[in-house]
């Protein structure tokens, strides 16, 4: 059974940083491209950032380029996101998610992330 | 860079109703690149459809999928209590659409 296990979120200042974590097991990591979504509270879906197999290529939404960094450790199945200068708007929750073709078919339940003063 | 709209926003029907849902790309998209989502409030998302038509593993057949060029549409044919969520479309596996609630009338 596919599992994806979010934790690191947390209460933190704007200007703070957090590091996300996510467990994977039930799969091969180093098979899939891996991503991140989050939802800030009463908004939509938002796709954060995704990641190549091997960790060499990765995309990131616009409003978080230059601040986060998706990363991943295929031997410890293992994805991460580092969370640089946090602003009050990247408040939500986190999801870590398995990429099948143009589509992502596996979530995590999802970790929170609070910015605030 | 595309840009997905849904609607109706909000949808109230009972079950039993047949539900349609919409969503439009800013340009022209291929097929294979469209996704729908089901979302529970603290559950975690679901893939219902994906490459447009393509039920995900384990979706009952009263989901469909079908569009093409800008226009795609998620049908339910026949509500069941468990489909009252909201319902997001998918571009290229990244950019999501702002949703659509499926509500109990």
């Known amino acids: 059974e596919v599992q994806l296990v979010e934790s690191g979120g947390d209460l933190v200042q704007p200007g703070g940083s957090l590091r996300l974590s996510c467990a994977a097991s039930?799969?091969?990591?180093?098979?899939?491209?891996m991503t991140w979504v989050r939802q800030a509270p009463g908004k939509g879906l938002e796709f954060v950032a995704n990641?190549?197999?091997?960790?060499?290529?990765?995309v990131y939404v616009d409003s978080v380029k230059g601040r986060f960094t998706i990363s991943r450790d295929n031997a410890q199945n293992l994805l991460f996101l580092q969370m640089n200068s946090l602003r009050v708007e990247d408040t939500g929750v986190y999801y870590c998610?398995?990429?099948?073709?143009?589509?992502?078919?596996?979530w995590g339940q999802g970790t929170l992330v609070s910015v605030s003063t | 860079e595309v840009v997905l709209t849904q609607s109706p926003g909000t949808l109230s029907l009972s079950p039993g109703e047949r539900a349609t849902l919409s969503c439009r790309a800013s340009?022209?998209?291929?097929?294979?690149?469209v996704a729908w989502y089901q979302h529970k409030p603290g559950q975690a998302p679901r893939l219902l459809m994906y490459g447009t038509s393509k039920r995900a593993t384990g979706i009952p057949d009263r989901f469909s999928g079908s569009g093409s060029g800008t226009d795609f549409t998620l049908t339910i044919s026949r509500l069941e209590p468990e489909d009252f969520a909201v319902y997001y479309c998918?571009?290229?596996?990244?950019?999501f659409g702002p949703g659509t609630k499926v509500e109990v009338k």
């Open positions: 039930g799969f091969t990591l180093s098979a899939y491209w």
């Open positions: 340009q022209s998209v291929g097929s294979n690149f």
């Open positions: 998610a398995r990429d099948v073709t143009y589509a992502v078919d596996s």
């Open positions: 998918q571009y290229y596996g990244q950019r």
């Open positions: 990641i190549k197999k091997d960790g060499t290529y990765k």
